[in-house]
């Protein structure tokens, strides 16, 4: 069962422009989410995190956006640098400190 | 200290041979997780530790998977008799125990896999 689910395979922008990742999730007790982000070869590198009692978590260029209603986060990252280029999977963690990761998305930042 | 650590980080194997691989997770982190992770999917769930007790195995932990944390620190995931479909890369992920938020888990590079 896919409880955190990240339709869009991939997602190509230009420099300096924005990156907008979406993930859904099906699991009403998730009250905690992450974004990891990952280059080839090597293990997810945590990146950001929201709680559920709160609806945005910004971090620099990285910003988290958490809709609870439509059981819906996105990360937003502006302005997007080609070394943003990368896999970024979304993940969330219920009462049982369970972690679910999505199948990722594939961002390419073009100089 | 360095993050968490995991060798080898590739191997190459037969089918039907046994494989291991170790995990040294942060030092003060008493929660040890294994996922599993193949092409174009998430990191998907095995096992994890707290201190040196299995607290939870996934149904994707077949009975040719057995892991250990003898003493609380370092693990172990032996495949035995390997099977093509093992080929995968194989993450171990640490964190501190505890629903506070920002108990983040943190991943090692990861270990390849393949059965040939």
């Known amino acids: 069962d896919q409880q955190v689910k990240q339709n869009s395979p991939s997602l190509s922008v230009q420099e300096g422009r924005i990156s907008i990742l979406n993930c859904d999730y099906t699991?009403?007790?998730?009250?905690?989410f992450l974004w990891y982000k990952k280059y080839p070869a090597e293990g997810p590198t945590f990146l950001i995190s929201?709680?559920?009692?709160?609806d945005k978590n910004e971090d620099g260029r990285f910003t988290v956006f958490l809709n609870k209603s439509a059981k819906h986060l996105s990360l937003h990252i502006v302005p997007s640098q080609p070394g943003d280029s990368a896999v970024y999977f979304c993940?969330?963690?219920?009462?049982?400190?369970?972690?679910?990761f999505g199948a990722g998305t594939r961002l390419t930042v073009k100089p | 200290d360095t993050g968490v650590s995991q060798n080898p980080r590739h191997k190459i194997t037969k089918r039907g041979q046994n494989v291991t691989f170790r995990c040294d997770p942060i030092?003060?982190?008493?929660?040890l997780y294994w996922y599993r992770q193949t092409l174009g999917q998430g990191p998907e769930f095995l096992t994890y530790?707290?201190?040196?007790?299995?607290?939870?195995k996934s149904r994707l932990l077949s009975d040719r998977f057995s892991a250990e944390r003898p003493k609380g620190s370092f693990s172990t995931l032996e495949i035995q008799r390997t099977e093509q479909g093992d080929s995968a890369m194989y993450l171990c992920a640490s964190s501190l125990a505890g629903r506070v938020f920002g108990n983040t888990i943190y991943f090692g590079e990861g270990s390849w896999l393949t059965v040939v």
């Open positions: 929201i709680s559920s009692i709160k």
């Open positions: 530790f707290q201190n040196e007790a299995q607290l939870e």
């Open positions: 699991n009403s007790m998730f009250d905690y």
């Open positions: 030092s003060e982190h008493n929660r």
């Open positions: 993940a969330a963690r219920d009462f049982n400190n369970d972690m679910r």
